[in-house]
């Protein structure tokens, strides 16, 4: 009888221990968007060194070349060098909308690269700021509104962050449907 007790003891101790694993634990709001942790590494240094040669030679060749400005802020991001990329990303920007012909879809792209940078750097007012304009530059693009719909929730804007998570839904129904599942439910990607 003493054995079965013991046993009995035991196994609901272990038991309690497994479902208190299951207990979710209130994480810092910044944890449940980190943007950045898309850009990891892809290549040696090598690699890396001379991609960065060769968008420096295009940019000495024309400073005013905000693609050029842009891909090497993509190869900074990819390698955790984030001031420097949001120093090319702000470059590209200023020279793009001094140029009349420059693909709005493609400045606001630009827009919201720069803005995943000030998010992570805690500059979520600046980030809000840089969605928005991409939002105005690309009113169909679902990215902008993305992540802006994060920002807002992040700053407790909860009507805001709504209405970009309709207006995202009406574009890109399955990303906004999923990611909206996933952050609610209390599952973190």
Known sequence: ?????FRLLSGGLLLM???SACIPVPMPKPELYRPLTDFTPQDGVYDFESQQARFNVAIDDNPRDADARFARALLYMGVGRYASAE???TIAIQVA???SGYDP???ATIYVHRGLIRWSDEKVELAIDDYSRAIELAPKNWEGYFHRWLAYH????????EQ???RGM???PDVFDREYVLRYDGIVL
Request: aromatic fraction near 4%; glycine fraction near 4%; charge should be negative.
């Open 154 to 161: 992040f700053e407790g804007e909860e009507e805001k962050a």
């Open 17 to 19: 221990c497994c479902l």
């Open 105 to 107: 879809e493609r400045l």
């Open 87 to 89: 120093e090319d990303l």
């Open 170 to 172: 009406k574009l890109e």
């Open 1 to 5: 009888m003493l054995n079965l007790s």
């Open 97 to 99: 909308e001094k140029q």
């Open 164 to 166: 970009d998570r309709q």
